[in-house]
């Protein structure tokens, strides 16, 4: 799910030729960061391979992710096998304090969506390392936030969270404008704009409200959540197993938070904003956006 902030059009898209980024002067695509599916490859393929690269040159292995693996780990926050959307809203949110735990990810003994992206062979990897092998093999990759792997930062459009080797890698193939905390995504900054869906975010924004919650579009309440998540964990550095009490009780709250806002804005998503959203978006690609 895209986050929120001002509605920004960078200065036209931009593709990957020959390890350089230039201009594109074509509409927004589909995918996140409003690039067409060709070029979502092209940028998947040229970061994994410059996180392999970084992470050689810091003494470790890293297996380049192909592009099937990265759009697995893309999903993988919303959905547990088995288990469809909504049951996954009901029972965990949108996946944030419902499934944190603190540990690093690729030792997760249950379903950790932030490994998915990883690959198999690279936890597979992690796994093999002494536990001080591990600590800086994550710093290595990841810097601080060890569950910001590249595939959650692409998803949510966001990769302020995202550090060491991967950020490093982002840096060279991503535009500066796709990288600010301003940027939104170009095809959603078009929706937006359209008089029905200003219509329907009103509404949507209406009854969020009359819920007692304080959004304005379905964009803003995951990374709502997430921050406060990031407050109350000193940015995913603390444990649950370490958390006192006060701390574990304000878990719970936020992880009881979490379900309720989730379910709430996932229905009214689908009431007020979802049918106008498809809409419009079948007629701009109509006219031959990609």
């Keep these: 799910m895209n986050r929120l902030s001002r509605l920004v059009f960078a200065a036209g898209l931009a593709t990957v030729c020959c390890g350089t980024v230039v201009a594109q002067a074509q509409g927004p695509g589909r995918e996140e960061f409003g690039l067409t599916t060709k070029q979502l490859v092209q940028y998947v393929e040229r970061v994994e391979a410059g996180i392999a690269k970084c992470m050689r040159a810091q003494g470790f292995e890293y297996i380049a992710a192909d592009y099937e693996t990265v759009r697995k780990g893309m999903s993988a926050d919303k959905k547990l096998p088995g288990m469809s959307e909504e049951d996954f809203i009901a029972k965990h949110g949108f996946g944030a304090a419902t499934m944190y735990t603190g540990e690093a990810m690729q030792l997760a003994s249950g379903y950790s969506p932030a490994k998915v992206g990883l690959g198999e062979r690279n936890v597979n990897l992690f796994k093999n390392l002494s536990t001080a092998s591990q600590a800086a093999y994550n710093r290595a990759l990841l810097g601080q936030n060890t569950d910001a792997t590249f595939a959650i930062g692409l998803e949510r459009e966001n990769f302020a969270r995202v550090g060491g080797c991967t950020l490093e890698a982002v840096k060279q193939v991503f535009t500066p404008e796709q990288l600010s905390a301003s940027y939104y995504n170009p095809k959603d900054a078009i929706v937006n704009k359209d008089p029905r869906m200003k219509a329907a975010l009103r509404k949507f924004a209406g009854e969020m409200r009359k819920l007692g919650y304080d959004y304005n579009h379905p964009d803003e309440v995951e ?68």
């Design 223 to 290: 990374p709502d959540v997430r921050k406060r998540l990031d407050t109350l964990t000193k940015g995913g550095t603390l444990a649950v197993d370490k958390m006192s009490a006060e701390q574990l009780a304000a878990f719970k709250t936020l992880q009881n938070f979490e379900r309720r806002v989730a379910m709430k804005n996932h229905e009214l998503a689908e009431k007020f904003f979802k049918p106008v959203e498809e809409q419009i978006e079948k007629e701009m690609f109509a006219r031959g956006v990609q």
